[in-house]
């Protein structure tokens, strides 16, 4: 069993950076599709950010602000985030394995999610 673990989230001020950080522990096999969602209580999962090979796609509220790279060690992904937002509040949740892309049933595993809270 393949589990994500996420960190890095956290409170930031409006205009402000953080990093999040997902590691896939268990078996130690290549996950190639790797995403982040964010979700808002009583909202659907929203899709952020998603690389495979050589490929990123992002959706459109967060382009030119969040960046997804992948991580020197094998099965981590990060999400640098840039000029943050109070909508940008949520839980996020790194998703792997499966075919990726934006839509969140295409992923078969997924961390418990960090909390990033923006104050304006």
């Known amino acids: 069993q393949v589990q994500p673990v996420e960190s890095g989230g956290g409170l930031v001020q409006a205009g402000g950076s953080l990093r999040l950080s997902c590691a896939a522990s268990g078996r130690t096999f290549n996950i190639y599709n790797m995403g982040w969602f964010r979700q808002v209580p009583g909202k659907e999962r929203e899709f952020v950010a998603a690389i495979s090979s050589g490929r990123t796609e992002y959706a459109d509220s967060v382009k030119g602000r969040f960046t997804i790279s992948r991580g020197n060690a094998k099965n981590t992904v990060y999400l640098q985030m840039n000029s943050l937002q109070p909508e940008d509040t949520a839980v996020y949740y790194c998703?792997?394995?499966?075919?990726?892309?934006?839509?969140?049933?295409?992923?078969?595993?997924w961390g418990q999610g960090t909390q990033v809270t923006v104050s304006s």
């Open positions: 998703a792997g394995g499966g075919s990726g892309g934006s839509d969140w049933y295409r992923y078969m595993y």
